[in-house]
Every structure is written in C-alpha cells, then in structure tokens.
C-alpha cells in the first residue's frame, strides 16, 4: 500500500514539476553566476517561435488573400466602406466617388481582389498577429495559453499520478 501512495505522490509531483517548467520561471536563474538549466520555462524561452508559428497560421489558415478579398467585399456590401470613405472627410469621399465613377462595380471588385492579393502577399495578417504577440508580456501569453489549456494540464497531472499508483501497485 505504501509503494502505491509514493508512487502517486511521485507521478503527481514529476508530471506537476513538468507543466510548471513550461511556463516558469519567467525569467533566467543563476547559482554561483552560472545559469540554472532550463530557466526560463520552455513556453517563455520559446514564446517569439511561438508567436511565428501561430501569426504564419493565422496567415495560411484563417486570413489568407481570398478571406480578405471576401471580407472587404463584404465590407462594401454593408456600406461599411462608403461609412468609412465619409468619415475621412470631404477630400476623401471626392476622390472616392471620382473613383468609383471610373471603375465602376466591376473594376471595385478587381481592385479589392488585387488590394487582398497584394496584402496576402505581404503577409499583413501575419504581421499584424506576431507584432500584436511580441508587444504582449510574457505573462500576458502564459495566461491566454493556460486559460485554453488549463484542464488538459490538470488531467495530465492526475494521470501521472495514476501512473505512478499504477507502478507502485506492480512494484
């Protein structure tokens, strides 16, 4: 029975200890002026390759050029671009209406297609997300990933703790 309980115990503590170096400490620790290994935590160490891999995604998955052409069409559908185009001022919606003269429905269109096309291939969504991420504190993005994860990194720990019950009933 006492090889279950330390077993559980351990199991608990390692998988606790493991979730915990993801996140902490924020910042690098030193005994006798040599820095401790895997200090910072993994997630805060890592956390600018974090922000290119989830603002390249952002790009390639959910905004790409075609999201954004349908999105700006949209926009227009609503009058959100005419609503836009007169708050800018009286210069601004002249310029807009001599525009629209000349282009017509067809060449806004092509013209929103091609401004989309040209912001895709700018990677402006995947610059706007990892600037936005990189201003971010690094407790700012530990807390949004442990708000999404929480629970899965709770069972984790219990299981570590069934695992360790596990090894000490067979030991």
Same mark, same amino acid.
């Given at each position: 029975?006492?090889?279950?309980?330390?077993?559980?115990?351990?199991?608990?503590?390692?998988? $606790?200890?493991?979730?915990?170096? *993801?996140?902490?400490?924020?910042? #690098?620790? !030193?005994?006798?002026?040599?820095?401790?290994?895997?200090? #910072?935590? *993994?997630? /805060?160490?890592?956390?600018?390759d974090?922000?290119?891999?989830?603002a390249?995604?952002?790009?390639?998955? !959910?905004?790409?050029?075609?999201?954004?052409? %349908?999105? !700006?069409?949209? @926009?227009?559908?609503? =009058?959100?671009? /005419?609503?836009?185009?007169?708050?800018? =001022? #009286?210069?601004?919606?002249?310029? $807009?209406?001599?525009?629209?003269?000349r282009?017509?429905?067809?060449?806004?269109?092509?013209?929103?297609?091609?401004?989309a096309?040209?912001?895709?291939? @700018?990677?402006?969504?995947?610059?706007?997300?990892?600037?936005?991420?990189?201003?971010?504190?690094d407790?700012? /993005? %530990?807390?949004?990933?442990?708000?999404?994860?929480?629970?899965? *990194?709770? @069972?984790?720990?219990?299981? =570590?703790?069934?695992? =360790?019950?596990?090894?000490? *009933?067979? @030991?």
């Open positions: 029975m006492i090889g279950v309980v330390v077993g559980a115990v351990i199991g608990y503590l390692t998988n $606790w200890l493991a979730i915990k170096m *993801l996140f902490w400490p924020l910042e #690098p620790k !030193f005994i006798f002026g040599r820095q401790i290994p895997l200090t #910072p935590g *993994l997630f /805060v160490r890592r956390r600018h974090f922000s290119r891999a989830l390249h995604m952002a790009q390639e998955k !959910f905004a790409d050029a075609e999201d954004l052409r %349908r999105a !700006f069409y949209r @926009a227009h559908e609503q =009058g959100l671009v /005419v609503e836009f185009i007169e708050s800018m =001022g #009286p210069m601004v919606k002249v310029a $807009w209406n001599m525009y629209v003269r282009a017509g429905a067809d060449g806004f269109k092509r013209d929103l297609g091609t401004i096309k040209k912001l895709g291939e @700018a990677e402006v969504v995947e610059n706007v997300v990892r600037r936005k991420m990189d201003q971010m504190s407790v700012e /993005v %530990r807390d949004i990933v442990l708000s999404v994860s929480r629970r899965e *990194l709770k @069972a984790i720990t219990l299981v =570590g703790a069934l695992l =360790g019950a596990a090894i000490g *009933l067979l @030991a």
